[in-house]
């Protein structure tokens, strides 16, 4: 069965380093999103990505972040000057459509944590 | 705006029943049921649209009341393997893409 992949599945890194956490969608989705999650919280929506613009991003995602879909199949998340607060799990999540009806299907997840 | 759910922690003993709520203060088109066991990925259980719908397999099942915002998860006859936490997700009508999380209900299902 077709899944979403992520690596590293562990990055560490020191506080205003820049990292880029990698994922590859399942082959026909069409959209793809980031979430994160920090520890023992909820997860939280990034940004949205479609037809290689971003389509909607919460407030978290500021202008430290960026996302891109560099060739067909890796999708990556950066962040320029990391903080102490970016420590999380980062899931990447890829679906076929998009909108309401559509299954997110997400990757296995990063866990990024910033000394 | 987040979802709400309730409980925020139960434990069953297996095959005890349980039910966890999700509800919103914003109108919703979708509701979204994903399990997540420690340390690993959400993995997505069902979805229900507006209208009343309800779903179910095995011995899981869902059901959307759009008029009062809520969602209701229904586990029945629970097993060990249904430890985790259970987070819903909604969509609105507006940004329809994203998935918006509540903070998730733990269920610890004991022998």
């Known amino acids: 069965e077709p899944e979403v992949t992520q690596t590293p599945s562990h990055q560490v890194t020191q506080m205003g380093q820049e990292v880029i956490l990698r994922c590859v969608p399942i082959s026909n989705h069409l959209y793809f999103y980031w979430y994160r999650q920090i520890l023992g919280q909820k997860v939280e929506f990034l940004v949205s990505f479609y037809n290689n613009e971003i389509s909607e991003k919460s407030e978290i995602f500021d202008d430290q972040f960026s996302v891109e879909r560099p060739d067909g199949s890796n999708f990556t998340l950066k962040i320029r000057s990391t903080k102490l607060e970016d420590s999380a799990m980062y899931f990447c999540a890829s679906s076929l459509r998009g909108g309401p009806t559509d299954t997110q299907y997400f990757g296995p997840g990063t866990r990024l944590t910033v000394l | 705006q987040q979802p709400v759910q309730s409980p925020q922690a139960v434990i069953l003993r297996e095959g005890e029943d349980a039910v966890i709520n999700c509800s919103s203060s914003?109108?919703?088109?979708?509701v979204h049921w994903y399990r997540q066991k420690h340390g690993e990925a959400p993995v997505f259980l069902m979805i229900?649209?507006?209208?009343?719908e309800q779903k179910g397999h095995d011995k899981i099942s869902a059901s959307f009341n759009e008029k009062k915002q809520q969602s209701s998860l229904y586990l029945t006859a629970s097993q060990l393997s249904y430890s985790g936490t259970y987070f819903c997700?909604?969509?609105?009508?507006?940004?329809?893409?994203?998935?918006?999380f509540g903070i998730g209900t733990k269920l610890q299902v004991i022998p």
């Open positions: 229900l649209l507006k209208g009343g």
């Open positions: 914003k109108a919703l088109y979708s």
């Open positions: 997700g909604t969509q609105g009508s507006g940004g329809y893409q994203k998935v918006t």
